[in-house]
């Protein structure tokens, strides 16, 4: 697990995934593998008999559910006040016993759009003070995917802002169907790490504790990414990647981001990268959700490092020529 003493938070990763792609299989492996630590998980059901629980083991992790409707979209305030409830059972307050946890595994259901999940841990002051969003974990089905992608832009969409990608029953699929599926799959999210699995098993320390959200320890984008081979599918979610060796201008590119979310913001499923901005010494880490974006400084430019900017963007239907036209005129006169 890696070192997170640098952010005293909680960390949290929410876990998705198409209907059968293997997340509760998955949640299992998590709390039954030996990685000595205590999770409280939430689990979203619908309908008002959470069955899943009864294939969800785990001797010390506390399992909450929550059954009156989708987290990502009618149960907000019911995720913000369970992570309230959960906070005070950490820190010994309210009525709740004291329970002791390292981290926070949030299931969705499989019809669920991450983004209103994920950006609870940010529009909420509280919430973001005692927990930080650690990734987005997606699940894949080998199997069934491509229709899946190619009939609902949910899946689409789950793809889209995952941070980790498990291409599951990869067992039960031909290697050049794999092959096909993760080319897809990399057309659509090319920043996100990839890894073939069978019945969800993989190392924890893969997809807990990577930091892999807000990035502020590294980020390393590799341009080979979007080295792709031509596929054949019109998918609405894509991404645009964009690499730049001269120096941005500061005051440019807040016009770009102000004209960007504006006439973008609720397409851009996802944006993260790192900038070089003019007279600056350190580099950017720009991401984003949607409307909701930061850029912090990270570690200043090595003496023999290449100052570029980089970054990619994910979302539906995106305007490649307005993008592309736009960022170019960012560049530092």
């Known amino acids: 697990m890696s070192n997170l003493s640098a952010d005293p938070r909680v960390p949290v990763t929410i876990l998705t995934g198409f209907l059968g792609a293997g997340k509760t299989t998955l949640l299992n492996h998590v709390l039954t ?29 506390e399992i909450v559910e929550m059954n009156n409707g989708c987290i990502c979209c009618t149960v907000r305030g019911d995720l913000i006040r369970i992570l309230g409830d959960l906070r005070d059972a950490k820190l010994g307050g309210g009525s709740r016993k004291k329970t002791d946890f390292d981290r926070v595994l949030i299931e969705t259901t499989g019809l669920a759009d991450p983004a209103p999940v994920a950006q609870t841990f940010f529009v909420d002051e509280e ?9 987005i974990v997606t ?6 995917a491509g229709q899946h992608l190619d009939e609902g832009h949910e899946a689409q969409e789950q793809v889209g802002f995952a941070d980790v990608l498990l291409v599951n029953k990869t067992d039960l699929v031909a290697e050049e169907e794999v092959q096909n599926l993760e080319q897809r799959l990399k057309s659509i999210n090319p920043a996100a790490r990839q890894y073939r699995t069978q ?9 807990l504790g990577i930091d892999a959200f807000e990035l502020e320890k590294k980020l390393e984008i590799d341009p080979g990414f979007l080295a792709e081979e031509a596929h054949d599918h019109d998918d609405e979610v894509s991404s ?7 120096p941005l201008d500061l005051n440019k590119l807040e016009r770009f981001l102000q004209a960007w ?11 993260k990268g790192v900038l070089n901005i003019k007279d600056v010494p ?22 023999d490092e290449t100052r570029r900017s980089e970054f990619v963007i994910i ?19």
């Not at 990685?35 to 689990?43: M, R």
């Not at 919430?127 to 990734?135: E, G, M, P, Q, S």
């Not at 699940?139 to 069934?144: L, R």
Request: charged content about 25%; glycine content about 8%; aromatic content about 12%.
């Open 139 to 144: 699940v894949v089905d080998a199997m069934h």
């Open 199 to 207: 019945k969800s098993k993989i190392d924890v320390n893969r997809i």
């Open 315 to 333: 979302g539906r239907n995106l305007d490649e020529g307005w993008f592309r036209n736009q960022f170019a005129g960012c560049v530092a006169g």
């Open 282 to 303: 350190q580099r950017i880490i720009f991401q984003g959700i949607h409307m909701l974006f930061a850029s912090t400084p990270d570690r200043e430019w090595a003496p």
């Open 240 to 246: 645009l990647f964009f690499i730049e060796d001269k």
């Open 127 to 135: 919430i973001a003070d005692f927990y930080k969003l650690d990734a």
């Open 33 to 61: 593998a030996a990685h000595g630590q205590k999770i409280a998980v939430i689990v979203n059901e619908f309908g008002e008999v959470g069955i899943d629980n009864q294939l969800i083991v785990g001797a010390d992790e």
């Open 261 to 271: 979310l504006s006439e973008h913001g609720a397409d851009t499923f996802r944006y």
